[in-house]
């Protein structure tokens, strides 16, 4: 079995001589629920994991290892499809969102994303603008733009994310 969420999370930050306080600092999220994250007692939400890996900077998806650990753990799977190669100008991702998933607020970061559903449907804020994409349907937008992707049905939706950023 592999390295958890929280304790990826927590080599990363050590490995980068980085303290739970300037992690703190640089992402706006309290000591304590970073704590609680590298302990694997609290889940992190997409955007708090992506405002992580920024201030580790990384990308969030040094995360994931695809492992199955994932799926009791957190609302979402988040898969990287790059076969660890390095350097890439772009990171190909699978997403799955579970049924009602919908924690979480806009994110940004600089680059772009590209998202193609495979299953059921993902809901996505882009500003102040929703919008349906289901099975087959795709979107391309500017990541510096305020977006969150979410689950309002009862299945579990499945994309594929393609990002620079």
Same mark, same amino acid.
């Not at 001589?17 to 629920?33: A, D, H, P, R």
């Not at 199955?68 to 969102?97: C, G, H, R, W």
């Not at 449907?121 to 977006?147: A, W």
């Given at each position: 079995?592999?390295?958890?969420?929280?304790?990826?999370? $927590?080599? &990363?930050?050590?490995?980068?001589?980085?303290?739970?306080?300037?992690?703190?600092?640089?992402?706006?999220?309290?000591?304590?629920?970073?704590?609680?994250?590298?302990?694997?007692?609290?889940?992190?939400?997409?955007?708090?994991? $992506?405002? %992580?890996?920024?201030? !580790?900077? %990384?990308? #969030?998806?040094?995360?994931?290892?695809?492992?199955?650990?994932?799926?009791? @753990?957190?609302?979402?799977?988040?898969?990287? !499809?790059?076969?660890?190669?390095?350097?890439?100008?772009?990171?190909?991702?699978? &997403? @799955?969102?579970?049924?009602?998933?919908? $924690?979480?607020?806009? %994110?940004?970061?600089?680059?772009?994303?590209?998202?193609?559903?495979?299953?059921?449907?993902?809901? &996505?804020? !882009?500003?102040?603008?929703?919008? %349906?994409?289901?099975?087959?349907?795709?979107?391309?937008?500017?990541?510096?733009? #305020?977006?969150?992707?979410?689950?309002?049905?009862?299945? #579990?939706?499945?994309?594929?994310?393609?990002?620079?950023?």
């Amino acid at each position: 079995m592999g390295e958890s969420l929280g304790q990826k999370v $927590r080599n &990363i930050r050590k490995r980068e001589k980085m303290t739970l306080k300037e992690l703190s600092e640089k992402t706006g999220v309290s000591i304590s629920f970073l704590s609680q994250v590298e302990l694997n007692k609290s889940s992190a939400t997409l955007e708090t994991l $992506r405002k %992580i890996a920024d201030a !580790l900077h %990384i990308h #969030p998806s040094a995360f994931f290892n695809g492992e199955e650990e994932q799926e009791e @753990m957190l609302p979402f799977t988040y898969e990287d !499809l790059s076969k660890n190669v390095k350097d890439a100008s772009f990171k190909p991702l699978k &997403i @799955m969102l579970k049924p009602f998933e919908n $924690r979480g607020e806009n %994110i940004q970061h600089a680059g772009h994303e590209f998202i193609y559903v495979l299953k059921g449907e993902v809901c &996505i804020t !882009l500003e102040n603008e929703k919008f %349906i994409l289901q099975e087959g349907q795709s979107t391309f937008y500017n990541s510096m733009r #305020p977006h969150y992707w979410r689950n309002d049905t009862a299945e #579990p939706c499945v994309f594929l994310v393609v990002t620079n950023g």
